[in-house]
């Protein structure tokens, strides 16, 4: 077994202490299933996780890059990337909504879907100050308030499927179950594992689709 998993064991336990950073490889260096039995005893609804973490790293890599990324094929649909785009931006609505920001809500009605496959416009946008972002805090904010456990371990279980992922969506997608509220990220999981992203700017959904995604840096 190796040291991280050690050092989580000891941590859940009680008996040392450690900042939640350093799980942050926890999952990138696992090498075995009994290794993930132990990292999810201590963690609620450790099943319903487990399965959403394997679909996840079913559909992705970390071959190529220090976190997972999708291994799509070739060949995709743009207008089902976009269509996934448009649904995963409904369930967010109903979030905005729910956390009392009809602004963010109004830009998404607004909004008018457009397919890119131009690179230097995803790394353009992910620096530039739109609306994306500000969804971004809204449904990280509404989703910590709403959360049925918390606590130093799962704070540091959050941070260590972050280290996988580099994506919160993916990871609000696999702790769904942690979760009061309402909400599905299934869209958002089709989309990334289909290669897909998109970023909301002030008028439109700007749907990408790349062999490489980037790490969402703005957004963490």
Same mark, same amino acid.
């Given at each position: 077994?190796?040291?991280?998993?050690?050092?989580?064991?000891?941590?859940?336990?009680?008996?040392?202490?450690?900042d939640?950073?350093?799980?942050?490889?926890?999952?990138?260096?696992?090498?075995?299933?009994?290794?993930?039995?132990?990292?999810?005893?201590?963690?609620p609804?450790?099943?319903?996780?487990?399965?959403?973490?394997f679909? /996840?790293?079913?559909?992705?890599?970390?071959?190529?890059?220090p976190?997972?990324?999708?291994?799509?094929?070739?060949? *995709?649909?743009?207008?089902?990337?976009?269509?996934?785009?448009?649904?995963d931006?409904?369930?967010?609505r109903?979030?905005?909504?729910?956390?009392?920001?009809?602004?963010?809500?109004?830009?998404?009605?607004?909004?008018?879907?457009?397919?890119?496959?131009?690179?230097?416009e *995803?790394?353009?946008?992910?620096?530039?100050?739109?609306?994306?972002?500000?969804l971004?805090?809204?449904?990280?904010d509404?989703?910590?308030e709403?959360?049925?456990?918390?606590?130093? /371990?799962?704070?540091a279980?959050?941070?260590?499927?972050?280290?996988?992922?580099?994506?919160?969506?993916?990871?609000?997608?696999?702790?769904?179950?942690?979760?009061?509220?309402d /909400?599905?990220?299934?869209?958002? *999981?089709?989309?990334?594992?289909?290669?897909?992203?998109?970023l909301?700017?002030?008028?439109?959904?700007v /749907?990408?689709?790349?062999?490489?995604?980037?790490?969402?840096?703005?957004?963490?």
């Open positions: 077994m190796n040291s991280l998993v050690l050092d989580w064991i000891e941590f859940c336990s009680g008996s040392k202490q450690f939640k950073d350093h799980f942050f490889a926890l999952f990138s260096n696992h090498s075995s299933d009994e290794e993930l039995n132990e990292v999810f005893s201590y963690i609804e450790s099943e319903d996780l487990r399965q959403n973490l679909k /996840v790293m079913s559909c992705g890599s970390i071959e190529n890059g976190y997972l990324l999708p291994t799509a094929h070739a060949v *995709y649909d743009k207008k089902e990337l976009v269509d996934l785009a448009v649904n931006l409904k369930e967010m109903r979030l905005c909504i729910d956390a009392g920001e009809g602004e963010i809500a109004e830009i998404i009605d607004n909004a008018q879907p457009r397919f890119s496959s131009n690179q230097d *995803y790394d353009y946008l992910l620096q530039a100050d739109i609306p994306h972002f500000w971004y805090e809204t449904i990280g509404h989703i910590a709403h959360m049925k456990h918390d606590g130093k /371990v799962i704070d279980f959050l941070e260590a499927l972050y280290g996988l992922t580099a994506d919160y969506y993916l990871v609000w997608y696999i702790t769904a179950p942690l979760c009061a509220l /909400v599905s990220f299934e869209n958002y *999981y089709e989309l990334w594992a289909k290669g897909g992203d998109y909301l700017t002030n008028d439109e959904i /749907v990408f689709r790349a062999n490489t995604m980037k790490a969402k840096d703005s957004e963490a």
